[in-house]
């Protein structure tokens, strides 16, 4: 009991459900190793409430009980991937357990009929605040984990529901920019913009947010972008199929998003990267911190690398596509705002595809001179990523013709060589020497592949058209796919 009570008064020490709790746990004292964090009745609701994390594991067990003490290091060895001092994948799974062995937390695991021990639950931590749980319950978010016995079989279930695929041996991947001029640290940005762009499409269906015929015709124009340039392959063939089913997906702009309506047509069925790609790896665009870098990075990096792959014809049709894009669907209301404002700023249409690259990079270092001062005064930047202008002397010294402290004089042949060197040839060199890259005919080969379903259903003329009105932009991508998909219409209306 005395064992018991110390823990939970350690658990109470911390600010509930602060990042510090992902990160920090057990740090007052020396002896606890303890990763889960234990949580009793007093401290429950405040944990779950304020947690940052986007799913958290809760199990129930009594400190008297073998087979709990037993599989206590099974689910340390999960715990130490979420939470912790040197938590892998920080704020994803709060990984949590309640002694009910407790006096004080009887009631407590009253409410989640618990029966035996240990039993474990999962859910978004808000479900567990003033939840409960009963077996003849017939609809509750909070789920009851049916595989744990050991620490791969509960960290396959988590990875289930997640999509996910992290493993026991995972190991924190350090700050990759230790050397700044190092321009092969870019190849690992790869794998970040790959789950950047599935945590954009996440969000988009968190948001609902594609909810009438412009953020509709705002979202087909970005996926024509990644169907013909994004840098994955998996990414493009993700996108391709979204696209070419969004007309029965999204009637009239109005998309189905519950997987519990009934029908399987729902766009929560669809991954835009496919369904492998690994989560919270951020390697490249890893912060130092949980709250930094991460997403926003990979999106930066995900936008100038289609903008070095686009060709002269297609430059203006990417500007649109981008800025729709982050006005729409970037949730950041400032972020959005500023962004919109600097695309709005942009008077005479692109023509070259320079132009775009160009403007992606300056608007980028205006976006990082503002973020920096209001960084800098608040002390809310990452201490070992600092704001900057970019690339530095030290990763492109052919780009500076001169620089003061307060003015840098650019050679922009020089810049635009570098840009389309760096998110171009280098970004994909990993995918290179695994044999992974491809051809924009490959590009046609995968989209025609997507166009024909196997249960042979046309695809929607709207879907088809709407690749066509990109502008012919993607010139033979963009009509070839339309014609093959009205030869394939016409052929099966014969039938």
Partial sequence: MFVGLVSLEAAASFSPGSRSILRDIGSNNADQKDNALELNATNFDSVFQDSPAKYAVLEFFAHWCPACRNYKPHYEKVARLFNGADAVHPGVVLMTRVDCAIKMNVKLCDKFSINHYPMLFWAPPKKFVGGSWGPKQEKSEISVVDEWRTADLLLNWINKQMGSSYGLDDQKFGNLLTNISDQEQISQAIF????????????????????????????????????????????????????????????????????????????????????????????????????????????????????????????????????????????????????????????????????????????????????????????????????????????????????????????????????????????????????????????????????????????????????????????????????????RKQQIQRR
């Fill in 192 to 487: 970040d913009i790959e789950e950047a762009t599935e945590e954009a499409f996440d969000i988009i269906l968190s948001h609902k947010a594609i909810k009438s015929s412009e953020t509709s015709a705002s979202f087909i124009r970005f996926l024509q972008l990644l169907v013909a340039h994004h840098p994955s392959r998996r990414c493009r063939t993700g996108s391709a199929e979204i696209l070419v089913n969004f007309d029965d997906l999204c009637p009239s702009g109005e998309c189905s998003y519950d997987q519990e309506s009934g029908g399987k047509d729902t766009l929560r069925n669809f991954h835009i990267c496919g369904k492998d790609v690994p989560r919270g790896y951020y390697r490249f665009c890893r912060g130092s911190k949980n709250e930094t870098r991460g997403f926003s990075c990979g999106l930066w990096v995900l936008m100038h690398s289609l903008s070095v792959r686009i060709e002269d014809g297609e430059s203006q049709f990417a500007f649109t596509a981008i800025c729709e894009f982050i006005n729409n669907f970037f949730m950041c209301d400032d972020c959005r705002r500023h962004f919109h404002d600097m695309c709005l700023s942009v008077k005479t249409p692109f023509k070259k595809a320079r132009d775009i690259v160009l403007w992606l990079w300056s608007t980028h270092n205006k976006v990082n001179e503002r973020l920096k001062k209001d960084e800098d005064s608040l002390g809310t930047g990452d201490p070992k990523f600092p704001k900057m202008i970019w690339p530095p002397k030290q990763l492109c010294p052919s780009c500076y013709l001169s620089s003061t402290e307060k003015n840098i004089d650019w050679d922009h042949d020089e810049v635009y060589k570098f840009l389309k060197k760096y998110y171009g040839q280098k970004l994909v060199s990993v995918y290179k020497k695994n044999g992974d890259s491809v051809s924009k005919g490959e590009v046609v080969a995968a989209a025609e592949e997507m166009a024909v379903p196997t249960n042979a259903l046309v695809v929607p003329v709207g879907a088809a058209l709407a690749i066509a009105l990109a502008s012919c932009a993607f010139g033979a991508l963009a009509c070839y796919w339309r014609t093959q998909q009205k030869n």
